[in-house]
Every structure is written in structure tokens, then in C-alpha cells.
T-cell receptor, first 112, second 115 residues
Framework: TQLLEQSPQFLSIQEGENLTVYCNSS?????LQWYRQEPGEGPVLLVT?????EVKKLKRLTFQFGDARKDSSLHITAAQPGDTGLYLC????????????FGEGTQLTVNP | DTGVSQDPRHKITKRGQNVTFRCDPI?????LYWYRQTLGQGPEFLTYFQNEAQLEKSRLLSDRFSAERPKGSFSTLEIQRTEQGDSAMYLC?????????????FGSGTQLSVL
């Protein structure tokens, strides 16, 4: 069983549409991060959320950490082809020290 | 470029051979991580170092895998007697001290293909 479940696994949309990606767990996390990865490259950190209920915005991307610190969401407004990539959530469990555990990722394709 | 660098970028080997990968972290970073990623999956934790000390190793990691960071700078990951199931992207990441807001910087990875 995956510690962090991401949904959907695949998402293909048209330019200009909005989308939301979800990251869920039964465990509590002291922090949760979102990364974006392009083919043949390593993941690149987008944001870290720490406080339950926290909302962070990065241009057209909005990240939210659940009140109970067990889940998170990523919302993209007016998606562009340059947003195409693998979006990964990753968290540090309160009970497992500082090691980062990743979800399986959401592959987003934005068609022009 | 002062990011995390990994060498080689690609490695093709025959089953049963040994392979070694190198990772050079960002110079002032004291933590170094190794992850493995297969197509369509998120990175899977293998092991990490703080300075030269290996602090944790995944229980899923076969004893054919060994990692070192002898002087607390670069690290090597060796896989002995490779198997086809070892084919994956091996990612290295580094960070500066563990905090709640620890930021991992990843290299571009080494893509291993075992024939």
C-alpha cells in the first residue's frame, strides 16, 4: 500500500482549463512538498507546506495542506502547455524522522 | 553549474555485472540521498547520509546495493551482480541540514538498463 496516494494518475486537458491534483494519506505529516519532474530530469521542488490548513500560491498554482495534515491538493488555473510534467507530492511523516516519502505522481499533459 | 551532478547519465550493462554510480552534491550540503525511480512511479527511497555517516537504509534494499560517502562530499552507489529488475533511474539529492522545510535538490539521475 502506497503511503501517499495521488489522484488522478493521468490527466490530459486543453490549454486554459483548470485542474486539481490530490495527495492523500492515513498518516500525519510534519510537512508536505510538491515537486514537478520533466522526462529525463530529477524532480524540482515547487513548494513546502507545514501548517494544517495552510494555503500557498505560486503564480497560477495553489497548494493547500489539509487541516489534519494528512492530505494536500494542487490546483492549477488556466493551464498552459508548459505546465506539462509529472507532479509528485512528498511528505515527512511525524513518526519517521526526516526521510522524504514520495507519492506515485500525476502525469499532466496540457494540449495546445 | 553548482547543482547536483550525477555520472554517468546512462549505463547499459549485462545481467550479473557490477555497476557504480557517482553523485556530487551541492558543495555546502551535508545531507545526501539516493532514490530509485521506475517509469510511471514516484522516487523510492534507498538510503541517505549526513556528512559521511549513513543514517538510514531502506529495508527493501537488497544487500547487493551499497553506498558510500567517504569524506562527506561525493557519494557512490554500487550494485553488484545486477539483475533486470534493477533497471531504473537512480536519483541523487542533497540538502542543507534537516528541518521541517528541508529542501532537496535533485540531480538529473543515472538511467540504468540491465540486459
Amino acid at each position: 500500500t502506497q503511503l501517499l496516494e495521488q489522484s488522478p494518475q493521468f490527466l490530459s486537458i486543453q490549454e486554459g482549463e483548470n485542474l486539481t491534483v490530490y495527495c492523500n494519506s492515513s498518516s500525519v505529516f510534519s510537512s508536505l512538498q510538491w515537486y514537478r519532474q520533466e522526462p529525463g530530469e530529477g524532480p524540482v521542488l515547487l513548494v513546502t507546506v507545514v501548517t494544517g490548513g495552510e494555503v500557498k500560491k505560486l503564480k497560477r498554482l495553489t497548494f493547500q495542506f489539509g487541516d489534519a495534515r494528512k492530505d494536500s491538493s494542487l490546483h492549477i488555473t488556466a493551464a498552459q502547455p508548459g505546465d506539462t510534467g509529472l507532479y509528485l507530492c512528498a511528505g515527512v511523516r511525524e513518526t519517521s524522522g526526516s526521510r522524504l516519502t514520495f507519492g506515485e505522481g500525476t502525469q499532466l499533459t496540457v494540449n495546445p | 553549474d553548482t547543482g547536483v551532478s550525477q555520472d554517468p547519465r546512462h549505463k547499459i550493462t549485462k545481467r550479473g555485472q557490477n555497476v557504480t554510480f557517482r553523485c556530487d552534491p551541492i558543495s555546502e550540503h551535508n545531507r545526501l540521498y539516493w532514490y530509485r525511480q521506475t517509469l510511471g512511479q514516484g522516487p523510492e527511497f534507498l538510503t541517505y547520509f549526513q556528512n559521511e555517516a549513513q543514517l538510514e537504509k531502506s529495508r527493501l534494499l537488497s544487500d547487493r546495493f551499497s553506498a558510500e560517502r567517504p569524506k562527506g562530499s561525493f557519494s557512490t552507489l554500487e550494485i553488484q551482480r545486477t539483475e533486470q529488475g534493477d533497471s531504473a533511474m537512480y536519483l541523487c539529492a542533497s540538502s542543507l541540514t534537516a528541518t521541517t522545510n528541508e529542501k532537496l535538490f535533485f540531480g538529473s539521475g543515472t538511467q540504468l538498463s540491465v540486459l
